[in-house]
């Protein structure tokens, strides 16, 4: 039971390349989040999906895209990269959207733009 | 004014010492979570609380619910609980998105 796992752990882009960064979880939860951590603040959610089929935007979305493409997995693209994407990543997953529910978090990518 | 305030952001401690971080919200919640994060590591679940008092080892986390207000303790503190912790609230606004406060790095030196 590996819990949610993140590839790739760490990523140098040049301004302008695209890459995805793969979550997956085996927790069977319906929700899963996106997340990007910078020094000084707090995590900001940039997307979520509550359900399979289903996303959002969330506090940070501009320069993202997201795929919800199973039950297991949500993706998130970078399509331009910008040096202001620097930052480290972490997936999340719930049981479900409603509250009173745990996030469970991804070891992070850290990624760099240059 | 941020809606999660911890407090310290820094703290330096001696082993052995007992610890205390402290969250602050500004919202009605639903439940309380307190995390781990190691240097350069992933988030760790520590505890989720929606009222008194819940004890793992030697983390302690309280809340209070009229007051706004959650504690963490570790007791007898080890250079290994050197990380950063953050607070975040889920509030009952009918959003299910954590609200996160921006943590507190501790240090403590053996």
């Known amino acids: 039971n590996a819990g949610v796992t993140q590839t790739p752990k760490f990523q140098v882009l040049k301004t302008g390349q695209s890459m995805t960064l793969q979550c997956a979880q085996d927790?069977?939860?319906?929700?899963m989040y996106w997340y990007r951590q910078d020094p000084g603040m707090g995590l900001r959610l940039i997307y979520y999906s509550a359900s399979e089929g289903t996303t959002d935007k969330g506090e940070v979305p501009n320069g993202y895209n997201v795929s919800r493409l199973n039950k297991r997995e949500f993706s998130l693209r970078l399509e331009s990269a910008a040096p202001s994407q620097t930052s480290v990543y972490f997936c999340?997953?719930?049981?479900?959207?409603?509250?009173?529910?745990?996030?469970?978090f991804g070891p992070g990518t850290r990624l760099t733009v240059l | 004014k941020n809606e999660v305030e911890q407090s310290p952001q820094n703290l330096t401690a001696q082993e052995g010492e007992f610890i205390t971080i402290n969250c602050s919200y500004s919202?009605?919640?639903?439940?309380l979570h307190w995390l781990q994060q190691h240097p350069g590591g992933g988030i760790v679940s520590l505890f989720m609380l929606s009222s008194g008092k819940k004890k793992h080892g030697r983390l302690i986390a309280t809340i209070n619910i009229q007051e706004k207000h959650s504690s963490l303790h570790i007791t007898a503190s080890h250079p290994r609980d050197s990380a950063v912790y953050i607070c975040?609230?889920?509030?009952?606004?009918?959003?299910?998105?954590?609200?996160f406060g921006t943590g507190t790095r501790l240090k403590v030196l053996a």
């Open positions: 927790m069977n939860h319906n929700s």
């Open positions: 919202v009605g919640i639903s439940a």
């Open positions: 975040a609230v889920l509030p009952t606004s009918g959003t299910y998105k954590y609200i």
């Open positions: 999340a997953s719930s049981l479900t959207s409603t509250t009173y529910n745990e996030q469970f």
